[in-house]
């Protein structure tokens, strides 16, 4: 099955710790991207990676690292400068030539 | 200004009501235009895709595009409990880069 995994599906963090979200997708899609979602909002874009070992800065970079190692793998680190970091976060790929993108099930990070 | 304006809602209709969701935008250089449907607590998933203006139609969905208005629509017919959920806008200027810009989502409720 192909398809965009996030894990973990619930996530609690307590406050000025750093901490991992997993993004892996078999479509063999060239670009990964990462999206932050609040209640009622729609989706601001953190990173997005076009390419292996290249990322660019979205429009709420601050607070938030990634890595492209992989062209399977695109993970997420909310360190502790984040200031508000509890949200529902998305990552999307999407095939080279194409606009659309396709969605894994999220993962709803809480700080405590 | 936000570069792309939904209608807000909640829209709340009954089983079988022809349903219409609105997105305008600023930005005359988007070409690629995307609604996506998203149920709580789940990731989006695509639901119509369209390049520059015009109509598409997949079953009981009708994409509409206006570029000389910046204005573009989702007709749902027929429409069923099954579409409640939140259905957001994005747009593409190309897709070299990728990046879409969302609307902030509007929430359905179809009543049986």
């Known amino acids: 099955d192909g398809g965009i995994t996030q894990s973990p599906k619930y996530l609690f963090r307590k406050e000025g710790q750093n901490v991992t979200l997993s993004c892996e997708q078999n479509?063999?899609?060239?670009?990964m991207y990462w999206y932050r979602q609040d209640p009622g909002q729609g989706l601001r874009l953190i990173y997005y990676?076009?390419?292996?070992?290249?990322?660019q800065k979205g429009d709420i970079a601050e607070g938030y690292s990634v890595s492209r190692e992989k062209k399977e793998s695109f993970p997420l680190t909310v360190t502790s400068a984040q200031k508000n970091p509890t949200a529902f976060y998305l990552c999307?790929?999407?095939?080279?030539?194409?606009?659309?993108?396709?969605f894994g099930p999220g993962t709803r990070l809480t700080v405590l | 200004q936000k570069e792309v304006e939904q209608d807000p809602g909640p829209l709340s209709v009954p089983e079988g009501a022809i349903v219409s969701l609105n997105c305008t935008y600023s930005?005359?250089?988007?070409?690629?235009f995307m609604w996506y449907r998203q149920y709580s607590r789940k990731g989006p998933e695509l639901l119509m895709y369209?390049?520059?203006?015009g109509n598409k139609e997949d079953g009981r969905f009708t994409a509409q595009v206006d570029k000389s208005s910046k204005y573009i629509s989702l007709f749902i017919r027929d429409s069923q409990p099954s579409d409640s959920a939140t259905y957001l806008c994005?747009?593409?200027?190309?897709?070299?880069?990728?990046?879409?810009?969302f609307g902030d989502g509007t929430t359905l409720t179809v009543k049986p």
């Open positions: 990676s076009q390419i292996v070992n290249d990322f």
């Open positions: 479509l063999n899609h060239d670009a």
């Open positions: 994005a747009m593409s200027v190309n897709t070299n880069a990728g990046k879409s810009t």
């Open positions: 369209t390049y520059s203006s």
């Open positions: 930005n005359s250089a988007f070409q690629y």
């Open positions: 999307a790929s999407s095939p080279s030539g194409s606009a659309e993108q396709f």
